[in-house]
């Protein structure tokens, strides 16, 4: 099980309550498929991907955005619980959607830079990323553990 | 996954804004490593005071970056001698490579919010990557 200290759950929860799923999800997911696009794979059928711009401004991208960034929501809320609470999650990723694992963390990585350029140094303090990376490793690792 | 001369073109431009805070920036980058990451402390073993102000080797990383800036056309030419240091005095697992890359992009975020776009994000990462591999050469 993940020992999570006092400050590392004061720093997860308190970073969670400023961030804006509707804006952070959006730019995440659309940095990942400029940044990796590769993982432009998973979605076909989202319509244009075929430049930067387009994917900064696909719909079906800030949506998707919303739903995966909504869904660390369960993540906090359960803190000392992640892997049972993403198992159906996980199975559903593997079984159903075929996402190579490794999209997870980079997605997680995208999430961070993003977090990092809304809230600057004062509040993303290596303290609070220490905490916040931790966090998304263990949903990572979480979304992959039923693969199979 | 090599550097086009348009992904050259932006890691040289937004770069140019950076090297006025390198300094800063590097340090930042380290100490966050350092916290972040805290197996990177094992490389560091022989500082007495690991706290976040004592990153002046931040400095030093951020100057070889930038020297590679200008010299993108030849990374590997240009990164040598530093793969030498790095691979048979330093003896750095080159997995750590990544993870210093990672808190730059972390603090270039921070530091540049509006500049730090998913274009300029792609090209410095390839960058990084190329300097990284680079630096790998000499290992074996």
């Known amino acids: 099980m993940v020992e ?3 400050a590392e759950r004061k720093a997860i929860i308190g970073l969670w309550g400023k961030i804006d799923v509707g804006e952070i999800g959006p730019q995440a997911l659309s940095r990942l498929l400029i940044v990796y696009p590769w993982g432009q794979r998973y979605f076909k ?3 244009d991907l075929s430049t930067n711009a387009a994917i900064m401004g696909n719909p079906k991208v800030a949506q998707h955005g919303r739903t995966v960034m909504g869904g660390l929501e369960n993540a906090v809320k359960n803190l000392d619980n992640i892997k049972q609470t ?3 999650l996980s199975a559903m990723h593997s079984e159903k959607l075929h996402v190579d694992p490794d999209n997870f963390r980079v997605l997680a990585e995208c999430i ?3 977090v990092a350029a809304k809230f600057g ?3 993303f303090t290596a303290e609070v990323q220490e905490a916040w990376q931790k966090f998304l490793s263990v ?3 979480a979304l992959g553990r039923q693969y199979h | 996954m090599s550097l086009s001369a348009k992904d050259k073109e932006i890691v040289k431009a ?8 390198a300094d800063n920036i590097g340090g930042d980058a380290v100490a966050r490593m350092l916290t972040v990451y805290p197996q990177t402390k094992t490389y560091f073993s022989h500082w007495k005071d690991l706290s976040p102000s004592s990153a002046p080797h931040g400095a030093t990383v951020m100057a070889a970056v930038t020297d590679a800036v200008s010299k993108i056309d030849d990374l590997i030419g240009a990164l040598l001698s530093l793969s030498e240091l790095h691979a048979f005095t330093l003896r750095v697992d080159p997995a750590n490579f990544k993870v210093l890359s990672h808190n730059l992009l972390v603090v270039l975020s921070t530091t540049f919010p509006n500049d730090f776009t998913p274009e300029v994000h792609v090209a410095i990462d390839k960058f990084l990557t190329a300097v990284a591999l680079a630096l790998s050469e000499k290992y074996r």
Not at chain 2, 14 to 21: D, P
């Open chain 1, 139 to 141: 949903v990572v690792s």
């Open chain 1, 112 to 114: 961070s830079l993003c």
């Open chain 1, 45 to 47: 059928a989202f319509g």
């Open chain 1, 4 to 6: 999570w200290t006092d």
């Open chain 1, 121 to 123: 140094p004062s509040v």
């Open chain 2, 14 to 21: 937004f770069w140019a804004k950076v090297s006025g805070r």
């Open chain 1, 86 to 88: 993403y198992a159906k």
